[in-house]
């Protein structure tokens, strides 16, 4: 899956997220947003000028946010976006509205949408996370020119094959290659039960 498939997914499937930014204390305020359309330049939402989310946004132009779908935890697939923000102009606006008709429910005059605003989350990283499969799927993508930052474990060239990571692994993920220990990043979870039992200290956390 690329990037524009999980953007896709993202509008289409889950469409409501939680949101994420900080407030004047550093402390984290969330709140539930729309994903109102994507393209190659980033993903859009909007918000109103009047609410204290726009105040943080203007201030603090950063977000997080998480998305959900299905309906139990062992069905679910979750994508998480962390990025800079920036206001869009009133063009982009107008074309939100017209392909999320439901906000003209929401604010149905013209002087009702004065207000309104779209921002883009125009650079950043993110990561799928899919629990309906066995052994779990995860990956990270970047866009807008960041990037890539490794994140979980890794397994150094110090490895002895002493196999105990294999034992204490709940996906089943790290195996033998070569004398070495391997995880597949793609179905790990990052519990860190392998970096915690290494005897000798070859697995890193990134």
Request: proline fraction near 7%; charged fraction near 20%; hydrophobic fraction near 35%.
């Given at each position: 899956m690329n990037r524009e498939q999980i953007f896709d997914f993202l509008l289409r499937e889950i469409h409501t997220v939680v949101m994420a930014n900080t407030d004047d204390d550093g402390k984290p305020v969330t709140c539930a947003i729309d994903i109102m359309d994507y393209d190659s330049q980033g993903i859009y939402f909007l918000t109103a000028k009047g609410k204290k989310f726009y105040d943080?946004?203007?201030?603090?132009?950063?977000?997080?946010?998480t998305g959900i779908k299905g309906?139990?935890?062992?069905?679910?697939?979750?994508?998480?976006?962390?990025?800079?923000?920036r206001e869009c102009g009133r063009d982009i606006l107008n074309k939100l509205l017209e392909r999320n008709k439901y906000m003209y429910d929401i604010y149905?005059?013209?002087?009702?949408?004065?207000?309104?605003?779209?921002?883009i989350i125009y650079e950043g990283h993110g990561e799928w996370f899919d629990l309906s499969k066995k052994p779990i799927d995860r990956f990270s993508f970047v866009f807008g020119g960041t990037t890539d930052v490794k994140s979980g474990y890794y397994i150094d060239e110090n490895c002895t094959s002493c196999k105990k990571c294999l034992s204490v692994c709940p996906q089943r993920c790290i195996e033998i290659q070569e004398n070495r220990a391997v995880i597949n990043q793609t179905h790990c979870l990052h519990c860190g039960n392998c970096?915690?039992?290494?005897?000798i200290g070859a697995i890193r956390r990134l």
């Open positions: 943080r946004l203007k201030k603090y132009p950063f977000i997080s946010l309906d139990s935890t062992m069905k679910r697939i979750a994508v998480s976006v962390q990025g800079n923000v149905p005059t013209e002087q009702s949408q004065k207000n309104l605003t779209a921002f970096f915690e039992i290494c005897p």
